[in-house]
């Protein structure tokens, strides 16, 4: 398999750490007393993009294991997700939260010393670094199933889709399972990636996805999709927009892969197109985005807001988001020149060719 032909997987990562970027910044300058209520849209596209970004995350992770274990042997895929995902979380977790108790003052969030114990038990306390724990642990529990156990794919899935339900009527009666929630939440997406994987890899689907023609087909299928997952929230926010996700959930696994899809066949048709490349560097590097960007952003929005006295909600977001993104990027390239890439990673450096595997494992850089 050429190296070129997973773009579209840089695309994907590219486009969903963007919208969790924006979700992320909009939360934090909402919450930090920014007037973001006088400016409806911005909410609206905190809603309409939520259904898709993370299930597409866990499909994409899902689609490379089979082919890593196949390549490196369970033992060394294991090795991998800890250095590449594992090892990240606790370190900038537990970062993040030192850095919330120093600066308390501009901080939204102001915990304890203990609240490092739930990197551990509960990582939704710990903002956005719940994925991280969930995905390694979501591929851990994935890989028993199907490599130990010998699980078929089929009742994987199915296996799944349970789970899912469960996970909603957890939500639903506020039952606490700590980091249990997101394995149940999250498993079928990552099976869905594993079980299409073989498809979504091969020259005949690139064939068909990267043809614009289809592109347009699906797109009023994703804004219908999208559409009614915004206005069926708006009309139950005093479910906090979660209603579709926990209240119609298979109705939301619907919705989230209609726009899964889309992304793909989008994804597709700009690697064949060859525009926006940008969007795969931001790919390669989504990993060290993700652990990375609430602090930039929590630090902008603490200059501009506090020192500046800016409270324009499009400035503080925009600027958020732009510096959120691109300075993670800027300091893992001074790590990797120092020698210090240990602060994002345990993994070691690998060339272009070898490494193109690695991004669907965590490892989302080449150099």
């Not at 652990?291 to 630090?299: K, T």
């Amino acid at each position: 398999m050429k190296p070129a032909r997973l773009n579209w997987i840089d695309y994907a990562r590219g486009i969903a750490i963007i919208l969790v970027a924006y979700r992320h910044v909009y939360e934090g300058a909402k919450s930090s007393g920014v007037n973001v209520e006088e400016y409806i849209g911005l909410e609206y596209a905190n809603i309409f993009f939520y259904s898709f970004r993370m299930p597409l995350f866990f499909i994409v992770s899902g689609i490379f294991i089979s082919l890593s274990i196949q390549k490196r042997g369970i033992q060394n895929y294991i090795g991998t997700r800890a250095k590449t995902i594992l090892y990240p979380y606790f370190l900038w977790g537990a970062l993040q939260l030192i850095m919330q108790m120093v600066f308390a003052k501009y901080a939204n969030g102001q915990p304890d010393p203990a609240a490092l114990l739930h990197l551990f038990y509960l990582p939704r306390e710990l903002a956005q670094f719940w994925y991280l724990y969930a995905l390694f642990n979501v591929s851990m529990v994935y890989l028993f199933t199907k490599f130990i156990v010998k699980i078929p794919p089929v009742i994987n899935l199915l296996i799944g889709a349970i789970m899912f339900y469960i996970s909603a009527i957890i939500y639903q009666q506020n039952i606490p399972t700590g980091f249990i929630f997101d394995v149940l939440h999250y498993y079928l997406f990552f099976a869905i990636g594993d079980v299409a994987g073989k498809f979504l890899l091969s020259e005949s689907f690139r064939k068909v996805a990267s043809s614009g023609k289809y592109l347009l087909l699906m797109l009023p299928f994703f804004l219908a999709a999208q559409t009614y997952f915004l206005l069926t929230n708006l009309n139950h926010a005093v479910a906090k927009y979660m209603y579709v996700e926990f209240y119609q959930p298979f109705v939301f696994v619907f919705i989230s892969l209609v726009g899964c899809s889309f992304m793909i066949f989008l994804t597709h048709w700009l690697e064949k197109k060859a525009i926006l490349k940008w969007l795969i560097v931001l790919g390669r590097y989504s990993l060290y985005i993700y652990v990375a960007h609430v602090m930039v952003s929590a630090a902008v929005r603490t200059l501009l807001k506090g020192f500046l006295h800016i409270s324009n909600p499009f400035i503080i977001i925009g600027a958020g988001v732009l510096f959120g993104i691109m300075v993670p990027v800027i300091m893992y390239k001074l790590a990797d020149r120092f020698n210090m890439r240990w602060i994002f990673t345990l993994e070691r450096k690998r060339n272009v060719k070898n490494n193109r595997n690695a991004i669907g494992e965590g490892a989302t850089v080449t150099e």
